[in-house]
Every structure is written in structure tokens, then in C-alpha cells.
């Protein structure tokens, strides 16, 4: 049941609210059974959330199906700026996810969402190649032009938290290329693209030994909060209620901080 929402325009969710649903902070089973649900019609949940949320997301969004017989939740993963954009420009999100307060605040300027909670934090690291070729062991190898190094663009969280930290250490590093989001930033290390890249904690650990991480001390000057808040116009507002609960959840907590994130 459970996919992920590759265009946000092609997600038109179905305003149908099915009645008994159970709050989801404990982590229970809905109370309504599977054909009572099926018999109401399906309800879809749009969530809007950061690249680097992608595999804690998705495997609270199957969590969060299973205890919510006929519901399906939709993801929509990418950079926390573009996300931002697409729903003050009208997409139909019910939750938005973000890697920064900065990006978070574009929504809520425009008085489209609550009062966003801060969720985990998370810091940068050194992406490198698994075999290092460029032999990268600290920030200030990132400067030697020989090295190629792939950032994500400045108004970008992953972006924005590259030039803090670079900023704190006093140097100044000439990218090959700047992506969109962190993701795409790592998946030019694992190809061999680029030598390094400046990606999140988060992002390594979930590259499951396809990169090494390189943690170095200015990456404490730059960390990143996530703000989670659900949309004032969310077409299945009950349900995206009850998706926050379950990220603020002790369950929500375990997998967030299993897969390296840190507490706020």
C-alpha cells in the first residue's frame, strides 16, 4: 500500500474521514477493522518532509498504515526549500517535515501551518568515496582544488549549514558541483562523481557502508533543527495530527535516533 509521491501534483487526496480512528502517540492499532475502512473508502496522507528524512519516514509511514487500516500515506521527499515552495504555491500537503527553521518559516509566514515542533537535530559530516582516494582526513582537505567536492547550494539546509561550518573553520571551499538536496549530494560520492561531500550524519549511516564518514569539530558550529508541523489546509487534517504524534512518539524517537539523528 504504502508508496512514495514522486509529484506532488498528481496527489489529489480523498476528503473522507473515517470515524473511530485511534490517536497514534502509543503506537495501537486502529479500533475500525480493515473492510469497515475499505467499506468508508481510502484516506490518504500527504507528507511533505526533507531528503535526509527519507528512510525514518518511510519506515514510519508503514508503521502508521498498519495501524490505520485503509490509509495510505504519500511521501514527498526533496530539498526542505523546494518543499516549502510547492506548498505555499498550493500543493496538497497535510504535513511538512523540514531541515531547518529557516525553511519552515516560509510556510508558517504565510500562515499555512501550526506551531511547528522542533523534533531532532542533526549535524554534518565528510562524505567520502570507500576507498578515500582523494585522501581526505579533515575540512581543510576540502580546499585543495585537486580535490573534487560536491556541496548542496546555499539556500539549501544541507547548503546553508556547509557555509556556517565552513565559516567557523575560516575556509573556503570551491564546489565541482551544488545539488538540491543532501541525497543528491551523496549519491555523487557513492558514484565516485566527486572525492567528498559535505552531507549530514543521517545520510552516512543510512549509505549502509557505500561511503566513509569523516566527522571533524566544526560540524558542532552548524547543526541543523527539523521542524514538523501539520498544514492549516490539510485535506486530511485528523490524520496528519496523528502522523505528528507518532514522529514525537517514544516509537518515533527510537527510529530517529537509531538512524542518527539527535535529540532537539
Keep these: 500500500m504504502?508508496?512514495?509521491?514522486?509529484?506532488?501534483?498528481?496527489?489529489v487526496p480523498v476528503a473522507l474521514v473515517i470515524a473511530g480512528l485511534s490517536g497514534c502517540g502509543s503506537g495501537e492499532p486502529a479500533t475500525s477493522s480493515a473492510s469497515t475502512a475499505a467499506a468508508a473508502g481510502a484516506k490518504e496522507l500527504n507528507v511533505f518532509a526533507a531528503a535526509s528524512l527519507t528512510e525514518t519516514f518511510t519506515e514510519l509511514g508503514r508503521t502508521f498504515e498498519a495501524a490505520h487500516p485503509g490509509t495510505t500515506v504519500k511521501f514527498n521527499f526533496g530539498s526542505?526549500?523546494?518543499l516549502a515552495q510547492q506548498i505555499v504555491q498550493g500543493a496538497p500537503a497535510d504535513v511538512f517535515?523540514?531541515?531547518?527553521?529557516?525553511?519552515?518559516k516560509t510556510v508558517t509566514?504565510?500562515?499555512l501551518a501550526s506551531a511547528p515542533t522542533t523534533f531532532v537535530r542533526n549535524k554534518l559530516e565528510i562524505a567520502v568515496p570507500k576507498?578515500?582516494?582523494?585522501?581526505?582526513d579533515e575540512l581543510k582537505d576540502l580546499t585543495d582544488p585537486t580535490v573534487k567536492v560536491a556541496l548542496c547550494a546555499e539556500?539549501?539546509?544541507?547548503?546553508a549549514a556547509a557555509v556556517k561550518a565552513l565559516d567557523a573553520a575560516g575556509l573556503k571551499v570551491t564546489p565541482v558541483t551544488l545539488e538540491q538536496d543532501v541525497k543528491a549530494a551523496l549519491t555523487k560520492?557513492?558514484?565516485?562523481?566527486v572525492d567528498a561531500a559535505l552531507v549530514y550524519t543521517t545520510d552516512v549511516i543510512a549509505a549502509a557502508g557505500k561511503v566513509q564518514g569523516i566527522d571533524f569539530p566544526e560540524a558542532d558550529k552548524a547543526i541543523?533543527?527539523?521542524?514538523?508541523a501539520t498544514l492549516s489546509k490539510a485535506p486530511a487534517g485528523d490524520l496528519a495530527k496523528q502522523f505528528v504524534d507518532v514522529v514525537l512518539s517514544q516509537q518515533g524517537k527510537d527510529v530517529l535516533t537509531k538512524a542518527g539523528f539527535e535529540s532537539p
Aim: glycine share 4%.
Design 2 to 11: 504504502f508508496r512514495r509521491l514522486s509529484q506532488w501534483a498528481v496527489a
Design 80 to 82: 526542505s526549500a523546494t
Design 97 to 104: 517535515a523540514a531541515a531547518s527553521p529557516a525553511t519552515m
Design 109 to 111: 509566514d504565510a500562515s
Design 131 to 136: 576507498d578515500n582516494p582523494a585522501k581526505v
Design 155 to 159: 539556500q539549501v539546509p544541507c547548503g
Design 189 to 193: 560520492v557513492e558514484l565516485g562523481e
Design 224 to 228: 541543523n533543527d527539523y521542524p514538523i
